[in-house]
């Protein structure tokens, strides 16, 4: 591109100050409503935002809202580093009609100046951009940032990302409606690795099947030249998104380099840079205007059904250690009195010995980092069940989405009996010596009167059945949650479902339900090896976490 002939100028030092004074006038009303981060060229200024909570989350406003403007959403996504936060800012300034040679910018994003520990929180940041005089843009902006996937804080940290959106569109005071969804990419990234397979499938499992035309690549630190490894990259991980005429995702270029102090050796270097970003948010902007909105409920529903799957299939995992453990206690009681009936009737205080099922209240493993992102789990303190196990938005039990009318959905006892805390219920067993008399007690006491006189067999022989039923109940329910998700989610074969399949289908096997078990077959038949890749990538993230937790808890 030819250098444009304003570059070629030489300005003296008076005019420079004249033209920026120009420009200072231009801008005054929102340079009144900053703090200037530094002078310079171009003089960097940090727009003073209208703050508020909206539950666990955070809306910063700049601008007056004009009631006459339609208003467009942008959710960005992607890993940490992409560039989203200059994105953002990008945006803004396209929104105020900033241009080079008005040698200013302008930050609604805020520089991490945080601790190491507050820098690991999970925030969920939506920005609203109204009206401005020097508005370029037929409508006004609401972009939703996000933390970045896949980084070092784990998989923990990602599944809290989901929890916050989920917040956020149901609120009465939310979301509920996207134009767009930019999946922000490096334009450095040259291969389909498990690590971006993972993001991938992370971004778009949180929505419903209506998005999959609104969800573009917006690539960052481009050069203007089209990165071929990484749009091949895009290309293989055929994720669903919105397809230009040749069939490949749509996406859009940008530069990050709005911010560099401008000299004589590299500002026409600058100017091209910016003329390229502002190229391709013109088209972007155009896009988005096209873009028509999308109703959220969807997405609430794939975001609920996710993580009601998540909740069921740990409880049904924890639900058959305890009926094993149940299982062997009734088998040994069983098998003792059989073999010692005899000296049981000459002698009530006879005892055996069988292995007990206890609770015992454990801390969670991860160590500082349930601490920041306010995870827990919220406990019955009669039923000792961890009825809602992570909890991560509310900050009490009565706060909690299990809660309704003030009693648990889950063990029915009211929500004064529980408590929200860093601990879970553990199920153990001990050796116990147990008298005949006993173990009369412990299996007769609460039952009926015409059930006491059914022998002490009878009733460990029923209650036997009433925990397979049990188990039955969860595994059919774990099943419903998979099924519903296939039929709602843009994003069928989510690694979130994948890592569920083999103990979902062995479960079925076991149960004799074929039909089933072949559905769960063939689920699992259509992963393929970049899927797999992924999946062993958010393993093994898995199990660093595991190990890192315990390294920290000991």
């Known amino acids: 591109m030819p250098e444009p002939k304003l570059v070629q ?48 989350l955070t809306r910063k406003t700049v601008g007056e809202q004009n009631l006459n403007k339609i208003n467009k959403t942008i959710l ?12 953002i800012n990008t945006l803004v300034n396209y929104a105020m009609g900033v241009e080079f040679d008005d040698d200013i910018w302008s930050e609604i994003v805020e520089e991490e100046k945080r601790s190491q520990c507050d820098s690991q929180t999970s925030d969920v940041i939506v920005y609203e951009i109204f009206d401005f005089k020097e508005n370029t843009l037929p409508y006004s902006l609401t972009i939703i940032d996000t933390p970045g996937y896949g980084d ?26 996207m134009n767009v969804v930019g999946l922000v990419l490096k334009a450095s990234e040259n291969r389909l690795s498990g690590r971006l397979m993972y993001v991938f499938d992370s971004v778009v499992s949180l929505f419903g099947k209506n998005l999959e ?20 990259a895009l290309d293989s991980a055929d994720i669903k998104c919105a397809k230009n005429e040749k069939n490949h995702p749509v996406h859009f270029l940008f530069d990050n380099c709005q911010t560099p102090q401008r000299t004589k050796g590299n500002k026409a270097a600058l100017r091209n840079a910016w003329e390229i970003t502002k190229g391709q948010t013109g088209q972007f902007v155009n896009f988005l205007e096209k873009c028509g909105p999308q109703k959220l409920e969807k997405t609430v529903h794939v975001l609920n059904e996710r993580i009601r799957m998540t909740e069921c299939i740990q409880k049904l995992q924890e639900r058959i250690k305890l009926i094993e453990h149940k299982q062997t206690e009734i088998k040994q009681t069983r098998e003792a009195l059989k073999k010692h009936e005899h000296e049981m009737k000459k002698n009530k205080e006879f005892t055996v ?6 609770k015992e209240k454990e801390t969670i493993s991860g160590g ?72 009369k007690d412990e299996y007769e006491e609460n039952k009926a009167e015409g059930e006491k006189k059914s022998s002490l067999l009878e009733n460990l022989e029923k209650e036997m059945r009433e925990l397979t039923a049990e188990k039955t109940s969860l595994l059919e329910e774990s099943y419903q949650h998979v099924v519903r998700l296939e039929q709602i989610a843009l994003n069928v074969d989510s690694l979130t479902t994948q890592v569920h399949l083999d103990f979902l289908t062995e479960k079925m096997k076991e149960r004799g339900d074929t039909e089933k078990k072949q559905k769960l077959e063939e689920m699992r038949s259509r992963v393929d090896e970049r899927t797999r890749a992924g999946l062993r990538y958010m393993l093994s993230k898995q199990a660093a976490a595991g190990k890192a937790g315990k390294e920290m808890m000991n």
């Open 213 to 232: 035309n609104n969800i573009v690549t917006l690539i960052t630190h481009s050069d203007g030249v089209a990165p071929e490894n990484a749009l091949k």
């Open 353 to 358: 010995e069988v292995d007990e099922v206890y």
């Open 9 to 56: 100028q030489r300005l003296h030092p008076t005019r420079l100050q004249k033209s920026f004074s120009i420009t200072s006038e231009k801008y005054n009303d929102i340079i009144s409503k900053s703090s200037q981060i530094s002078s310079g060229s171009p003089a960097r200024y940090q727009l003073r935002t209208k703050t508020e909570e909206i539950g666990t």
């Open 76 to 87: 960005l996504v992607g890993e940490r580093g992409t560039g989203k936060s200059a994105l």
């Open 368 to 439: 500082m980092w349930w601490l920041f992102f306010n995870k827990g789990a919220v406990t019955c303190n009669v039923c000792e069940e961890n009825c809602h196990y992570p909890c991560t938005m509310a900050r009490g039990p009565e706060g909690c989405d299990i809660m309704k009318n003030g009693k648990c959905s889950a063990c029915k006892c009211p929500a004064s009996d529980h408590v929200k805390e860093k601990e879970i219920y553990v199920n153990k067993t001990r050796k116990v010596e147990k008298t005949l008399q006993g173990m």
């Open 152 to 177: 070092t804080r784990g998989i923990e940290h990602d599944d809290i990302v989901s929890h916050r959106l989920l917040d956020l569109f149901r609120s009465e005071e939310g979301v509920h409606e």
